[in-house]
């Protein structure tokens, strides 16, 4: 919204002397509100903040650069070493068909949970004695021979070796002393410690720092660390681990997969020797059945031996004649009696099972049942195995390892479900052939009644004797396998590749520490630029001028600098009067070119650069011609006699207590067309003056004499002197300086000026600094430099007024 369409329109409403002119009055300054759809991110606003603070900045940076040299020197380089065991396997039916020592102990997800187990870990720890640490590498080895005992006490220890002799003093981290002695006894009793380090490595003077921690502790950051990798149904397991000393690292990976491979070749063992002491137990149960049977069977032979034996003589070598009858009757009569005696075991033992598990030694006494139903057997061979493999890994892994629940599941399936099952339709397949076999007998019985049943119980005897030495010699057969697999027996792992210590890391963070703290010390640094900028209560940008405080930029004036000499450049000054130049035809279009031109200027607070300002519009007004007053409103505080080199008596002041006339205090000045009312002799009740009639008819009468009157009012702090004199002008300037301009005091002020009839042209930003945000805002194009000579025009400056010679 422009300035310009909230002006009112001239001529301007009759008036009379004493009175002030004014005009149908509308809000002359445009709301905050009414800039609410602003552009995008103020990239340049950011950019000279930036530039503002950038020492801060920089300081900030070199801060959190050395703070990330600082943290980048702590953190260490992390190293990965890497070790590859390959896995043997075995066929599923290796057990049928191969030897023992083929067979697979372990499932291939059970080899990672064996690597992870405490039984692998802690070996290890104790015997790299990882459960030190010391600061020097060479250190090492002074704790070949460290001990680590239940008593040892965890902590960070210091040995410090007299230099006077062979004496040393061990103490804690914090000073805490513990012990003292003489070079080569036992160091650390007290602490628990069973240490007699190398006392050629143990120089005078030595201060040895090390810290002790139980096995146990760092078995479980090893198990948390270590990263085992093996593919489904996979042959090679990968052992990685990562650590900051690239030979320990790799030492600790070849020690693992030496201590897994030697850790599975002693759990193979044991598991065939539990399965050998398994088979010992049935091979020597099922050698006693046989010698019972064989002796049975001798007495039996023996006691009947004058007895007829009902057998049929032999015909000759290896021909014998019998009825088929009797032959037929007595093969009958044993299968009876031997059905009718298996089938009352097999009850018994069901019976005494009461529903849970049948004793698998039991079937040892009834080789018949093993020999006619193989599926019992080979269920009670399967459950004799699964339990020789349960106690076995029972040794390595707990109750909870999936491992264990599957075997101990397996086992109970056999007892509980698969034997008892297989046993009950034995038992209904002997109760179905005990009737058949009973009916046939009793037929035949008529004919062979007469036939002593000498002859059945020696062919039941014989037949007994016959399955146990079947079955003995099947135990013993495995038995031996078993022996020979023990002695043959290899480990189903062995180490493929051993890891070699790095020379490059995997991973470094210093650099990325480095980097992080400069980007982030510079993050910060921006940001609290940011933060700083948009809590600075001073005027620095035309954008607060325009949007926050509700003004039109009428015009810029450049900072005057002077050189080292304090002397102005002339380019410098030209420019600046080219800015009032400007400035002046900005006002020369804000009033009608038949009426004079009114105004006033005023600032916010003191130091804004109003005087300067005034004087200067003042002079550009003249050198164009027109007949100009400056009046010098700030009764407390002007200046500009000085400025113009002018008697400050009799002024504004004395005019207003009626001691001097008007054409007393009109002063002309060396510049021409340029008058001057100095402010006259200072007085308590100056300022009260501002407001009386003849400061308003002096107005009216300066504005039917002069083209131009400005006004330099006190700034708008000092209180109503600026509004008394913008009333009387009618039309005010603000003079904003960037950086010393408080905006929320400006703000405030100028809402009090919202209210008065006072026509507000616009702001003025006074000692605009060069780019940045002003960048739009000045003239970068001058006179050459043969040309300047002097100043294009009169100028004032702090220093006061150069004239053009």
Not at 139 to 166: C, M, Q
Not at 262 to 272: C, F
Not at 445 to 464: C, F, K, M, N, Y
Request: charged share 20%; aromatic share 6%; glycine share 6%.
């Amino acid at each position: 919204m422009s300035v310009r369409s909230l002006q009112p329109d001239y001529p301007l409403a009759p008036h009379h002397p004493g009175s002030i002119p004014t005009a149908e009055w509308t809000p002359a300054r445009p709301r905050s509100e009414d800039f609410e759809d602003a552009e995008g991110i103020p990239w340049s606003r950011y950019v000279d903040a930036i530039r503002r603070h950038v020492l801060l900045i920089v300081g900030l940076a070199a801060v959190g650069s050395v703070l990330g040299v600082v943290a980048a020197r702590r953190v260490r380089p992390i190293y990965e070493a890497q070790a590859t065991v390959w896995i043997s396997t075995t066929p599923s039916s290796a057990l049928q068909t191969g030897p023992i020592r083929q067979q697979q102990l372990l499932t291939t997800g059970s080899w990672v949970e064996l690597l992870r187990s405490f039984a692998i870990v802690d070996p290890i720890v104790r015997d790299l004695k990882l459960n030190v640490s010391y600061k020097q590498p060479s250190d090492s080895v002074l704790f070949r021979n460290f001990e680590w005992t239940p008593a040892t006490r965890s902590g960070a220890y210091l040995l410090k070796i007299d230099g006077a002799g062979p004496k040393y003093m061990l103490s804690t981290a914090k000073g805490v002393f513990i012990e003292s002695g003489a070079i080569g006894d036992s160091i650390g009793r007290k602490a628990g410690m069973n240490w007699l380090p190398d006392a050629r490595f143990l120089g005078r003077g030595r201060a040895i720092e090390f810290g002790v921690t139980s096995p146990r502790n760092v078995s479980v950051f090893l198990v948390n660390a270590v990263h085992a990798s093996l593919p489904e149904d996979g042959q090679f397991l990968k052992i990685t681990l990562s650590g900051a000393d690239p030979r320990r690292t790799a030492r600790t990976v070849n020690a693992w997969a030496e201590q897994l491979v030697n850790s599975s070749g002693d759990l193979k063992t044991r598991h065939l020797f539990e399965f050998k002491k398994i088979l010992g137990d049935q091979l020597a149960l099922a050698e006693a059945q046989l010698r019972t049977s064989e002796n049975e069977l001798e007495h039996f032979r023996v006691s009947t031996i004058t007895l007829p034996s009902g057998v049929a003589a032999s015909a000759g070598p290896g021909v014998t004649q019998g009825d088929p009858v009797v032959a037929s009757y007595f093969q009958q009569k044993v299968a009876l009696d031997e059905i009718r005696s298996e089938r009352q075991a097999l009850e018994r033992m069901v019976s005494e099972a009461k529903g849970g598990p049948i004793n698998p030694q039991d079937f040892l006494q009834l080789p018949t049942i093993l020999n006619n139903a193989p599926q019992l057997r080979s269920a009670i061979e399967e459950l004799s195995l699964r339990q020789a493999t349960l106690r076995t890994e029972q040794q390595f892994l707990t109750d909870a390892n999936p491992r264990i629940r599957q075997l101990a599941e397996a086992v109970r399936v056999l007892e509980r479900e698969t034997i008892p099952q297989i046993t009950v339709a034995v038992l209904n397949s002997l109760k179905a052939r005990e009737p058949e076999l009973d009916t046939r007998i009793s037929v035949g019985s008529q004919e062979l009644r007469g036939i002593p049943a000498r002859a059945t119980e020696e062919a039941r005897l014989v037949r007994q004797v016959a399955a146990t030495e079947n079955l003995y010699n099947s135990l013993k057969a495995r038995y031996e396998e078993v022996s020979l697999a023990e002695v043959q027996t290899a480990p189903d792992l062995s180490v493929l590749d051993t890891a070699v210590a790095p020379t490059l890391p995997t991973s470094n963070d210093a650099p990325r520490l480095l980097l992080l703290a400069v980007v982030a010390s510079m993050g910060l640094a921006v940001g609290i630029a940011l933060i700083r900028d948009r809590l600075d209560r001073r005027f620095r940008y035309p954008e607060q001028a325009t949007r926050e405080l509700g003004l039109s930029v009428a015009g810029t004036v450049p900072k005057f600098k002077a050189n080292h000499r304090g002397e102005f450049q002339i380019a410098m000054m030209s420019q600046a009067v080219e800015s009032f130049r400007t400035l002046r035809l900005a006002l020369r279009y804000d009033f009608p070119t038949d009426a004079p031109i009114v105004v006033g200027v005023s600032s916010p607070a003191a130091g804004d650069g109003k005087s300067l300002v005034s004087s200067n519009l003042a002079l550009a007004f003249a050198s164009a011609g027109s007949r100009t007053l400056l009046i010098d409103g700030d009764v407390r505080c002007g200046g500009l006699h000085n400025t113009f080199e002018i008697p400050v008596t009799p002024g504004l002041v004395d005019y207003l207590n009626g001691h001097a006339a008007v054409d007393s205090i009109v002063r002309s000045t060396t510049s021409e067309n340029l008058f001057l009312i100095p402010r006259g002799t200072r007085g308590n009740r100056a300022p009260e003056l501002l407001v009386s009639e003849l400061m308003s008819a002096l107005v009216h009468a300066m504005r039917l004499q002069f083209d131009v009157v400005i006004i330099d009012s006190p700034p708008l702090v000092a209180g109503m002197d600026a509004y008394a004199l913008g009333a009387a002008a009618g039309s005010m300037l603000i003079v904003l300086r960037p950086a010393v301009t408080d905006r929320k005091l400006a703000s405030a002020k100028l809402e009090v000026l919202d209210r008065l009839p006072i026509r507000i042209l616009g702001a003025v930003l006074n000692a605009v600094p060069d780019g940045g945000a002003y960048r739009y805002y000045g003239a970068d194009y001058s006179y050459k430099d043969e040309v300047l000579k002097e100043p294009i025009a009169d100028i004032a400056t702090p220093k006061g007024l150069l004239v053009r010679s």
